[in-house]
């Protein structure tokens, strides 16, 4: 009998972290927001593909905040595209941000961004500008005036 009221207590509890975690992580607290709208920027060619991935360095942790596919439903084409967010912790808590590129499709962003929960921007790296972070594998794409240092980069740390 004791096994069994133990069983469902323990059952009940677990329920009840798993509300308490949907709850938190349902919640925005912050929100990382890119720029990637220019126009006159050039067409660089090359197929379609290339995982972008956007981390959030808290507590000296890199934690994945999104992952998209340039040329996807979901890349990034627009004036502060929206993001993705992590509870329970609030903008404040974010010390870096970190963006990586696995391919040779060049993603061009022109301004990152740090929002608090309401969509109020914290800080931002970059300038509205035709001057942005080209992210690529193949070190050639970086070679233009449109890239910031004429570099394409794989990974850049934003550092707050």
Same mark, same amino acid.
């Given at each position: 009998? &004791?096994?069994? $009221?133990?069983?469902?207590?323990?059952?009940?509890?677990?329920? $009840?972290?798993?509300?308490?975690?949907?709850?938190?992580?349902?919640?925005?607290? &912050?929100?990382?927001?890119?720029?990637?709208?220019?126009?006159?920027?050039?067409?660089?060619?090359?197929?379609?593909?290339?995982? %972008?991935?956007? =981390?959030?360095?808290?507590?000296?942790?890199?934690?994945?905040?999104?992952?998209?596919?340039?040329?996807?439903?979901?890349? @990034?084409?627009?004036?502060?595209?929206?993001?993705?967010?992590?509870?329970?912790? %609030?903008?404040?808590?974010?010390?870096?941000?970190?963006? %990586?590129?696995?391919?040779?499709?060049?993603?061009?962003?022109?301004?990152?961004?740090?929002?608090?929960?309401?969509?109020?921007?914290?800080?931002?790296?970059?300038?509205?500008?035709?001057?942005? =972070? @080209?992210?690529?594998?193949?070190?050639?794409?970086?070679?233009?005036?449109?890239?910031?240092?004429?570099?394409? =980069?794989?990974?850049?740390? &934003?550092?707050?």
């Amino acid at each position: 009998m &004791f096994k069994r $009221l133990a069983a469902r207590l323990l059952a009940g509890l677990a329920i $009840l972290a798993l509300s308490a975690n949907f709850a938190t992580t349902a919640r925005a607290d &912050f929100w990382v927001m890119l720029d990637c709208a220019a126009p006159g920027l050039p067409d660089w060619g090359g197929s379609i593909g290339g995982w %972008t991935r956007v =981390y959030a360095k808290i507590n000296n942790h890199w934690n994945l905040m999104m992952t998209f596919m340039q040329g996807a439903e979901a890349d @990034c084409s627009g004036t502060w595209n929206e993001g993705s967010s992590l509870s329970p912790w %609030t903008a404040a808590n974010v010390q870096a941000l970190r963006i %990586t590129q696995e391919g040779n499709d060049v993603l061009w962003i022109d301004r990152v961004g740090l929002f608090d929960a309401n969509k109020k921007l914290v800080t931002s790296w970059g300038v509205d500008n035709l001057v942005g =972070y @080209c992210f690529s594998s193949d070190p050639s794409d970086g070679n233009n005036s449109w890239c910031w240092n004429n570099t394409a =980069y794989t990974q850049i740390d &934003f550092t707050r």
